[in-house]
């Protein structure tokens, strides 16, 4: 659903100075053309000596600033107007998210579920899926007590940070909702896909794909002792050959090299929703690059930069043949770069809209300048050819 900008806003803006309701806001992401001053804000109400407040939780890249302000709408609209793309706000019955486009449009996303209000001034950060839930402990992420190990730090943030670009990605008003997750491993971010959708309120069926036949055992033997088979599987398949022709969402997180492309053709080629998908191991264009058009040369010469390259270059060429097949593509942050170099997501929803003329054009100079046959086209050379 698509509202008005300032329309949403205000209802943000209710739901935020609901002093009976409200839980927390969370304000991500960077608005086309636009920048903020921290990396995300997170809002609380706290309760202090001379009344309510909103506590601001402003995140950088170093450290947190935290600090109080009135709960008027006057600073709740100057902070959802200062260029975040991204506003969650969930209140006691259920959650309210905006995601604004590259075209200022607000879509807008209504979950159902239950949120615990805590106004003590001082507690941990707001977790989407707690610590203590059952498949972070039989996953190994979380020791028998429900507290996240040591070693697995960056794990659980990795599962917290996938879940706050799901969330306000999530198709509006889906009640029943059907996600595959094509090369899961060991499938850490399959089950907490799982367990949150289920949370939210939606019936949600997860299938995760792998071609290990150990990891499909595995995971399956979790999902039995959870007790949630009805509603979650894991299949030994290639990600090119597997029977699974349809979803609404398909997930593909760090598969490797051209994996990736597999995952992204299988998208494309069943009309998926949305694609979320964070690439690994780009050695399919690093082969490839030989005859270095000018000036690149200054660059390609040292070895790391022209791996970075390779990689940047691999990845701006699946952006661009999802937005030629009629999707609108981010390429965003999925975790901070001191957690993993891996940290780049390509999110693609699909629009069916038609390519401009300079979008096809930019595609062929670049293939042409490069000499290259990126993987994605090879796979997808028919419906290329179509446009």
């Known amino acids: ?25 969370v304000l991500s992401g960077r608005r086309r053309n636009m920048q903020t001053a921290f990396e995300r804000i997170d809002i609380r109400p706290v309760q202090l000596k001379d009344g309510l407040k909103l506590q601001l939780v402003l995140n950088e890249a170093k450290q947190d600033t935290t600090k109080n302000i009135e709960v008027e709408a006057s600073a709740i609209l100057e902070l959802l107007n200062s260029g975040y ?14 995601r604004i486009t590259k075209k200022g449009e607000a879509l807008i996303h209504e979950g159902k579920g239950t949120f615990e209000r805590t106004l003590a001034h001082d507690r941990t950060k707001e977790r989407l899926l707690d610590s203590s839930d059952p498949f972070l402990i039989e996953v190994g992420i979380s020791d028998h007590k429900g507290v996240v190990k040591p070693s697995m730090q960056d794990k659980y943030r990795q599962v917290e940070e996938f879940l706050r670009i799901l969330e306000p990605s999530l198709p509006a008003k889906k009640e029943k909702l059907s996600i595959v997750d094509l090369g899961c491993g060991h499938a850490y ?41 009805d509603s979650i599987e894991f299949r030994a398949e290639e990600i090119s050959d597997t029977a699974i022709k349809s979803a609404d ?39 490839q690059i030989q005859d270095v058009p ?6 390609t010469r040292h070895g790391i930069m022209r791996e970075r390259l390779g990689d940047l270059l691999t990845d701006s060429f699946r952006t661009q043949i999802l937005k030629l097949l009629g999707y ?25 809209a038609k390519p401009d003329a300079i979008d096809i054009a930019r595609y062929k100079e670049m293939l042409a300048e490069w ?11 028919k419906e290329l050819d179509a446009i």
């Open 1 to 25: 659903m698509s509202l008005e900008l300032d329309v949403a806003f205000a209802r943000a803006t209710e739901l935020i100075q609901d002093k009976e309701n409200f839980v927390r806001a």
């Open 85 to 98: 793309a991204n506003v969650l706000v969930e209140f006691t019955t259920g959650s309210y998210s905006v």
């Open 189 to 229: 971010l399959t089950f907490a896909t799982h367990q949150y959708l289920r949370k939210a309120g939606i019936d949600a069926r997860v299938i995760g794909v792998d071609v290990r036949e150990n990891s499909r055992d595995r995971n399956n033997k979790i999902a039995q002792k959870l007790g949630i088979t």
């Open 249 to 287: 969402i398909a997930i593909a997180l760090h598969a490797c090299d051209t994996a990736t492309d597999d995952a992204i053709t299988w998208g494309v080629l069943n009309n998926v929703a949305l694609l979320l998908i964070a690439p690994c191991c780009h050695h399919d264009l690093q082969v």
């Open 294 to 299: 000018e000036p690149w040369p200054m660059l």
């Open 328 to 352: 609108r593509v981010d390429a965003i942050e999925f975790v901070g770069g001191e957690h993993t170099p891996r940290n780049l997501m390509i999110r693609a929803t699909k629009t069916g």
């Open 371 to 381: 000499k290259v046959q990126p993987a994605l086209a090879q796979r997808l050379a």
